[in-house]
């Protein structure tokens, strides 16, 4: 989906079938998300909505790559936590928040599945935690 860095090696034909997303949930896969660093950003929150319009951050393409393989704004992050988990065999003691699970979470300053998907990436981070323990704290506090 890189206009930049793939399209001009692979051409605009196999460059179209990357990321078919939509069509490998129809098809029962299993998807876990990574960081492709320093291709892509290795900040979650910069990547989590781009396969929900599948567009670079100025908007391009206007209609998005291969738009009928966009996947929704929850997908993407379950794919990052749950996905994750699943593919560490560990989706019984992290990738969800529930009693009984380590408590690796962030806490976000705006809830990214009411956030307008191109702002995703702009949410602040306001506390991190692993294993239960705060590992950092924004001085901005929630309301």
Not at 88 to 117: C, H, K, W, Y
């Amino acid at each position: 989906m890189n206009s930049k860095l793939i399209a001009p090696r692979i051409g605009d034909d196999r460059n179209d079938q990357q990321y078919q997303l939509a069509s490998m949930i129809a098809s029962g896969a299993q998807i876990a998300y990574g960081s492709d660093w320093p291709v892509t950003s290795h900040l979650p929150l910069k990547a989590l909505a781009v396969p929900t319009h599948r567009q670079t951050a100025d908007c391009q393409p206007v209609h998005g790559w291969s738009p009928q393989e966009s996947i929704s704004l929850e997908q993407s992050l379950s794919f990052y936590t749950h996905g994750v988990a699943y593919q560490n065999f560990n989706e019984n003691r992290f990738g969800s928040i529930a009693v009984g699970m380590q408590a690796d979470l962030m806490i976000l300053e705006s809830n990214p599945l009411t956030t307008p998907p191109h702002n995703v990436a702009q949410i602040k981070i306001i506390a991190v935690y692993k294993k239960g323990k705060n590992h950092f704290q924004s001085k901005k506090q929630l309301p």
